[in-house]
C-alpha cells in the first residue's frame, strides 16, 4: 500500500498540492481544469516523478466522484422530465452508440490492430464518452439545462445503462459455452431489476420520513453523514447487482428530486464530489502506460485524432438531423469525443476473455486515455471558434460611455418598458440594455435610449455601470436568463438591489432561495386585476371584491411558505379554500339561534370549515 511508503498525510498533500498548482496554470493556458487533473497525474504518477507507484492506490476512491457527480445530476432532474427524455436517451443513445461502435471497430480491424473479436471490443469501449468529463465541461459553461446539454446528458446515461449489457455480451466472444453467457446475462437481468426495484421503493417510501427524522435532531453532521449514506448505499446496491455504481447514485438523485430536502443533500455532497473527481482524473493520468506510448507513439497519436474526429462527426450528424442550430451540434460533437471511464473496464475484460492480447489491450487503453486528454482540448477550442464566428455575425455591443443611471433595467420588452416609464416619470436616471435590434429601433421611436448588449455577459454588466448604480431590474422574458444574471450579479456586484421577473411559481422559488430582493410572476399583478374586475361585473360589490383579491394574495403567499418548505406540490388544499366573510368589529356576545331549523343552519358552516 502506497500508504506505508510515505504515510497518509505524505499521501494526501501530493495529491492536494497536485491539484492545487496545475489548475491556476492551466487557466492560464486557457486549458480546463480536468487537463490540469490528467498532466498532473501524469507527472506524480509512476512514469512521472514516480510519487506513486500505481493508480490503483487511488482510483478505487476517486472514482466516488463520479457517483456523486451522477447523483447531483440525479438531484437536478424529475422523473417526470426523465420519462419526457426517453426518446433522446433510447433513440439519440443509441445510435450514437451504434454507429460509433461499428466505425471504430471497421477502422480497428482495417488497420490490423485487432481480429474481429478484439476489434468489437475495441469499437463498443472506445465508442463510450467519458462521463465525468463531459458533465463537468458542461457544467463549467452553464450549459447543462440547455438544449443541445441535455440531449447530450441523454447519450451519456445511454451509454451508462448499456454497460451492463456490454459486460454480460462480452463472454459470448471467448471460447466457451454460449449457453453459459446467455444463463449469466438472465441472471443479471434479473439482479439488475431487484436492485432497481429496491433503490425505487426505498427513494419512494423511506428517505422523506427518515431525513425528516434525522432533522428533527438539529445536528447538521448527521445530515451529511446520511446524505452520504443515501449516495453510497444507492451505488454499492447497484455495483453488487452488477451494474455500474454511477447509474445507481443517478437514480437515487432522481427519486429525492422533488424531496423536500433535495437543496440540504446538494449542499452536503457538493464538496466531495469536487474534490473526488479531482482525484479521479489524475488517476487517469497515472494510468497512462508511457512506455507504451513511446513505443507506439505515432499509431497511438494518429488512432487518437482519428477517433476523436469520427466520434465528433456522428454526434454533429445525428444532432443535426433534430437540432436547428449548428453551433449546439458541434459543441454536442466535442464534449462526448473522450473515452469513456468504462473503457478500462471493457478493455482489460477483452484482454482476460482471449480476444485481444497483451500488447493490443496496452495500446487501447493508452489510446483511450490519450482521447480523454484531447476531448477537453477540443471542447475548449471549438467553444472558443463558435464564439469568434458567433461575435463576427452578430451585432457588435454599443458603447456605453454615455449610460449613468441609478437603475438598470435588463430586457426592454413590454414589461421591460412599463417599468422603465415608471422610473422616468418621477425622474430616475435609468440605463436600459437589451440584445433584440429591433426592440431597440422599435424604442428609439418613441424617445428610449436603449443600450444594445447581452445581460448575461458580464463584461455588458461592467460596461453598462452595475458597479455603481442602486437597483438592477431584470426584466427579460427567458428564466434561464434572468437565473444566469442574478449568479452573476450575486458573485460580482454584491450589495446591488436585484428585482426580478419571474417567469412562473417554479421560477419564483427559485429566485427566492437565490436571495433576491424582489420577484414577481409576470402576469401575477394582471390576473390579479382582471379576475377583481371579473367579480364586479358580476354584480359583487367593489370592496368586497377588493377583499376578495386581498384574500387570494394572502393564500398565494401562504403557499409560497410552504412550498419553499415542503416542495412544489405543497399547500395545494388552499386552492380550493373560499373566503368567508368575517365582521368587521368584534361582536359583544354569541349570536344565539331561536329554532331548531336556525340552529342547524348556524352549525352547518362551522362543519364544513
Known amino acids: 500500500m502506497q500508504y506505508g511508503e510515505f504515510g497518509f498525510l505524505t499521501f494526501g498533500l501530493v495529491l492536494l498540492a497536485a491539484a492545487v498548482l496545475s489548475v491556476p496554470i492551466a487557466r492560464r ?107 463537468q465541461i458542461l457544467d463549467e459553461r452553464g450549459q447543462l439545462q440547455q438544449d443541445y446539454g441535455q440531449r447530450a446528458f441523454a447519450i451519456l446515461l445511454f451509454q451508462d445503462m448499456a454497460v451492463v449489457p456490454l459486460l454480460a455480451a462480452l463472454p459470448l466472444l471467448a471460447r466457451e459455452s454460449v449457453h453459459h453467457g446467455l444463463a449469466d446475462g438472465l441472471r443479471a437481468v434479473a439482479l439488475i431489476a431487484g436492485a432497481i426495484a429496491l433503490i425505487v421503493v426505498a427513494g419512494r417510501y423511506l428517505l422523506n420520513p427518515f431525513f425528516r427524522l434525522l ?47 433535495r437543496h440540504e443533500l446538494e449542499a452536503d455532497i457538493e464538496p466531495f464530489r469536487g474534490l473526488l473527481l479531482a482525484l479521479f482524473f489524475m488517476g487517469i493520468g497515472m494510468s497512462i502506460d508511457m512506455t507504451v506510448v513511446r513505443a507506439n507513439l505515432w499509431l497511438i497519436l494518429v488512432a487518437a485524432i482519428i477517433i476523436t474526429l469520427f466520434k465528433a462527426a456522428i454526434v454533429w450528424l445525428l444532432f443535426r438531423a433534430t437540432c436547428s442550430h449548428r453551433g449546439d451540434a458541434l459543441r454536442a460533437g466535442s464534449v462526448l469525443t473522450g473515452a469513456g ?72 420588452g413590454r414589461f421591460g418598458q412599463i417599468v422603465s416609464q415608471c422610473l422616468l416619470a418621477e425622474g430616475i436616471d435609468v440605463t436600459t440594455i437589451d440584445n433584440d435590434p429591433e426592440m431597440i429601433q422599435q424604442a428609439a421611436r418613441f424617445g428610449f435610449k436603449v443600450f444594445y448588449g447581452d445581460g448575461t455577459r458580464l463584461d455588458v454588466l461592467r460596461a453598462a455601470g452595475a458597479v455603481e448604480v442602486r437597483l438592477i431590474a431584470i426584466c427579460v422574458n427567458v428564466r434561464e436568463d434572468a437565473s444566469r444574471i442574478v449568479d452573476l450579479v450575486h458573485a460580482d456586484f454584491p450589495g446591488t438591489k436585484l428585482y426580478v421577473r419571474s417567469f412562473d411559481r417554479r421560477h419564483s422559488l427559485q429566485l427566492i432561495d437565490k436571495g433576491v430582493d424582489f420577484e414577481l410572476r409576470e402576469t401575477y399583478e394582471s390576473a390579479l386585476l382582471f379576475g377583481r374586475k371579473t367579480l364586479e361585473g358580476l354584480g359583487l360589490d367593489p370592496d368586497r371584491a377588493g377583499q376578495v383579491e386581498q ?36 361582536p359583544s356576545r354569541e349570536g344565539k339561534p331561536l329554532n331548531p331549523e336556525a340552529q342547524e343552519i348556524v352549525r352547518r358552516p362551522h362543519e364544513n370549515e
Open 551 to 586: 384574500f387570494v394574495r394572502r393564500r398565494d403567499l401562504e403557499r409560497l411558505v410552504l412550498q419553499q418548505a415542503e416542495g412544489i406540490g405543497a399547500g395545494l388544499d388552499l386552492l380550493r379554500k373560499q373566503m368567508t366573510q368575517e365582521p368587521l368589529s368584534k
Open 341 to 412: 471511464e468504462f473503457a478500462f473496464v471493457l478493455i482489460p475484460l477483452g484482454g482476460s476473455l482471449g480476444a485481444l492480447d497483451a500488447g493490443q489491450a496496452s495500446i487501447l487503453t493508452a489510446i483511450a486515455a490519450i482521447t480523454m486528454l484531447l476531448g477537453p482540448l477540443v471542447a475548449t477550442l471549438t467553444d472558443t471558434l463558435l464564439q469568434r464566428f458567433a461575435q463576427k455575425e452578430e451585432q457588435e455591443p454599443d458603447d456605453f460611455s454615455e449610460a449613468r443611471g441609478a437603475v438598470l433595467v435588463i430586457g426592454f
Open 215 to 261: 432533522a428533527q435532531t438539529g445536528a447538521r453532521e448527521v445530515m451529511t453523514a446520511a446524505a452520504l449514506l443515501v449516495v453510497l448505499g444507492a451505488a454499492l446496491i447497484m455495483q453488487t447487482a452488477g451494474m455500474s455504481m454511477a447509474l445507481g447514485a443517478f437514480l437515487a438523485g432522481v427519486l429525492l428530486a422533488e424531496s423536500n430536502y
Open 29 to 135: 493556458l486557457g486549458l480546463s481544469a480536468i487537463v490540469a487533473y490528467l498532466i498532473a497525474g501524469i507527472v506524480i504518477g509512476p512514469f512521472g516523478i514516480a510519487a506513486f507507484g500505481t493508480p490503483d492506490s487511488i482510483i478505487p476512491v476517486s472514482e466516488l466522484g463520479v457517483v456523486m457527480l451522477l447523483f447531483l445530476i440525479g438531484l437536478e432532474l424529475e422523473l417526470g422530465r426523465l420519462v419526457a427524455m426517453r426518446r433522446a436517451i433510447f433513440g439519440l443513445g443509441a445510435a450514437q452508440l451504434s454507429l460509433t461502435a461499428i466505425v471504430i471497430g471497421a477502422l480497428a480491424y482495417a488497420a490490423g490492430l485487432a481480429d474481429w473479436r478484439g476489434a468489437l471490443v475495441a469499437g463498443l469501449a472506445l465508442a463510450l464518452s467519458a462521463t465525468a468529463i463531459a458533465l
